[in-house]
Protein backbone atom coordinates (compact mmCIF):
# COMPACT_ATOMS: atom_id res chain seq x y z
CA UNK A 1 0.00 0.00 0.00
CA UNK A 2 1.06 3.19 -0.38
CA UNK A 3 2.40 6.26 2.14
CA UNK A 4 -1.38 7.67 1.90
CA UNK A 5 -3.21 4.65 2.04
CA UNK A 6 -1.12 3.27 5.49
CA UNK A 7 -1.84 7.13 7.10
CA UNK A 8 -5.63 6.79 6.11
CA UNK A 9 -5.35 3.22 7.97
CA UNK A 10 -3.34 4.10 10.83
CA UNK A 11 -4.49 7.96 11.69
CA UNK A 12 -0.99 8.86 11.36
CA UNK A 13 -0.13 11.50 9.27
CA UNK A 14 1.80 11.10 6.22
CA UNK A 15 4.54 13.32 7.50
CA UNK A 16 4.42 10.67 10.82
CA UNK A 17 5.28 8.19 8.68
CA UNK A 18 8.38 10.09 6.95
CA UNK A 19 9.62 10.46 9.95
CA UNK A 20 9.32 7.16 11.27
CA UNK A 21 10.71 5.63 8.51
CA UNK A 22 14.08 8.42 8.35
CA UNK A 23 14.40 6.95 12.26
CA UNK A 24 14.46 3.66 11.38
CA UNK A 25 11.27 2.47 12.96
CA UNK A 26 9.37 1.82 10.21
CA UNK A 27 10.56 0.27 6.74
CA UNK A 28 8.99 1.00 3.11
CA UNK A 29 9.69 -0.67 0.11
CA UNK A 30 10.02 1.62 -3.15
CA UNK A 31 8.67 1.46 -6.60
CA UNK A 32 10.19 1.61 -9.65
CA UNK A 33 8.96 5.42 -9.76
CA UNK A 34 10.68 5.74 -6.28
CA UNK A 35 7.28 5.76 -4.48
CA UNK A 36 6.85 4.34 -0.84
CA UNK A 37 5.01 0.93 -0.20
CA UNK A 38 4.32 -0.92 2.86
CA UNK A 39 3.22 -4.20 3.58
CA UNK A 40 0.32 -5.13 5.92
CA UNK A 41 2.08 -5.32 8.79
CA UNK A 42 3.35 -2.04 8.49
CA UNK A 43 -0.07 -1.11 10.33
CA UNK A 44 0.54 -2.52 13.44
CA UNK A 45 4.36 -1.56 13.47
CA UNK A 46 2.62 2.34 12.83
CA UNK A 47 0.10 1.42 16.05
CA UNK A 48 3.07 0.46 17.73
CA UNK A 49 4.38 3.18 16.87
CA UNK A 50 1.93 5.77 18.23
CA UNK A 51 1.54 3.93 20.79
CA UNK A 52 5.10 4.23 22.60
CA UNK A 53 5.07 7.84 21.42
CA UNK A 54 2.07 8.35 23.29
CA UNK A 55 3.62 6.98 26.04
CA UNK A 56 6.09 9.75 25.55
CA UNK A 57 9.19 7.51 24.75
CA UNK A 58 11.63 9.73 22.45
CA UNK A 59 12.63 7.58 18.53
CA UNK A 60 16.24 6.60 20.59
CA UNK A 61 14.59 5.04 23.08
CA UNK A 62 11.96 3.35 20.38
CA UNK A 63 14.92 2.15 18.27
CA UNK A 64 16.42 0.68 21.05
CA UNK A 65 13.20 -1.19 21.82
CA UNK A 66 12.24 -2.71 18.55
CA UNK A 67 14.86 -5.42 18.30
CA UNK A 68 12.56 -6.98 21.09
CA UNK A 69 9.74 -6.60 18.81
CA UNK A 70 11.71 -7.73 15.76
CA UNK A 71 13.90 -10.72 17.14
CA UNK A 72 12.50 -11.50 20.67
CA UNK A 73 15.15 -12.98 22.96
CA UNK A 74 15.64 -13.39 26.81
CA UNK A 75 18.36 -10.79 26.34
CA UNK A 76 16.02 -8.57 24.10
CA UNK A 77 13.40 -8.81 26.51
CA UNK A 78 15.91 -8.17 29.86
CA UNK A 79 17.04 -5.49 27.89
CA UNK A 80 14.05 -3.55 26.79
CA UNK A 81 12.05 -4.57 30.59
CA UNK A 82 15.25 -2.63 32.12
CA UNK A 83 14.95 0.14 29.46
CA UNK A 84 11.06 0.36 30.16
CA UNK A 85 11.39 0.55 33.60
CA UNK A 86 14.20 3.75 33.23
CA UNK A 87 11.77 5.51 31.20
CA UNK A 88 8.83 5.05 33.47
CA UNK A 89 11.15 6.41 36.16
CA UNK A 90 12.15 9.56 34.01
CA UNK A 91 8.70 9.89 33.50
CA UNK A 92 7.75 9.88 37.10
CA UNK A 93 10.14 12.46 37.95
CA UNK A 94 8.96 14.77 35.24
CA UNK A 95 5.22 14.55 36.48
CA UNK A 96 6.60 15.39 39.74
CA UNK A 97 8.05 18.56 38.31
CA UNK A 98 4.51 19.08 36.91
CA UNK A 99 3.04 18.48 39.67
CA UNK A 100 5.46 21.22 41.71
CA UNK A 101 4.66 23.93 39.02
CA UNK A 102 0.92 23.29 38.76
CA UNK A 103 1.27 23.92 42.88
CA UNK A 104 2.91 26.59 42.11
CA UNK A 105 0.85 28.19 39.45
CA UNK A 106 -2.27 27.17 42.24
CA UNK A 107 -1.03 29.75 44.32
CA UNK A 108 -1.03 32.74 41.80
CA UNK A 109 -4.16 31.89 40.94
CA UNK A 110 -5.51 32.15 44.44
CA UNK A 111 -3.22 35.33 44.59
CA UNK A 112 -4.81 36.68 42.07
CA UNK A 113 -8.52 35.55 42.99
CA UNK A 114 -7.87 37.46 46.31
CA UNK A 115 -6.56 40.84 44.96
CA UNK A 116 -9.18 40.97 42.58
CA UNK A 117 -12.15 40.66 44.95
CA UNK A 118 -10.36 43.36 47.01
CA UNK A 119 -10.10 45.36 44.17
CA UNK A 120 -13.18 44.99 42.94
CA UNK A 121 -14.68 46.26 46.78
Known amino acids: MRIGRLAERTGASVR ?4 YEEQGLLR ?6 GQRTY ?5 DRVELLKQLYTAGLTSRVIAELLPCVHSPSIENNDDAFARLVD ?4 LEAHIEDLEGTLHALD ?12 AAS
Open 107 to 118: QVIAANRRWRST
Open 87 to 90: ERRR
Open 39 to 43: TEDAI
Open 28 to 33: AERSAS
Open 16 to 19: SLRY
